[in-house]
């Protein structure tokens, strides 16, 4: 079983940054691949960030390249998500996520699940 807690959320201005962190249980981060992904009202949940644990790869939604960045520290077992130039649009509950194998992309291959941490920016 794999624990994850996110944490960072918050209320930001548009054009400001937040950092999210997520804990995970020890062990999971050197084995599992981890990603955020994020719901707004109404909406899916919708894929944002993934990092390998094998060779670090990252990915990212098309609509947050450039102005996020996902990373990881192996000895603190925690994932970052450094987000900056914050849209209104980008205001979502953000989940931590972790799977072994599958795509990156496909919200199905993410076994474990975070509670979430809320964004919120405002214009």
């Known amino acids: 079983q794999v624990q994850l807690v996110e944490s960072g959320g918050g209320l930001v201005q548009a054009g400001g940054s937040l950092r999210l962190s997520c804990a995970a249980s020890v062990g999971a981060i050197r084995t599992y691949e981890l990603g955020w992904f994020r719901q707004a009202p109404g909406r899916e949940r919708e894929f944002v960030a993934a990092i390998s644990w094998s060779d670090d790869g990252t990915y990212y939604a098309d609509s947050v390249k450039g102005r996020f960045t996902i990373s990881r520290d192996n000895d603190k077992n925690t994932v970052y998500l450094q987000m900056k130039s914050l849209k209104p649009e980008d205001t979502a509950v953000y989940y931590c996520?972790?799977?072994?194998?599958?795509?990156?992309?496909?919200?199905?291959?993410?076994?474990?699940w975070g509670q979430g941490t809320q964004v919120t920016v405002s214009s």
């Open positions: 996520t972790a799977k072994r194998g599958g795509s990156p992309y496909n919200i199905d291959d993410y076994a474990y």
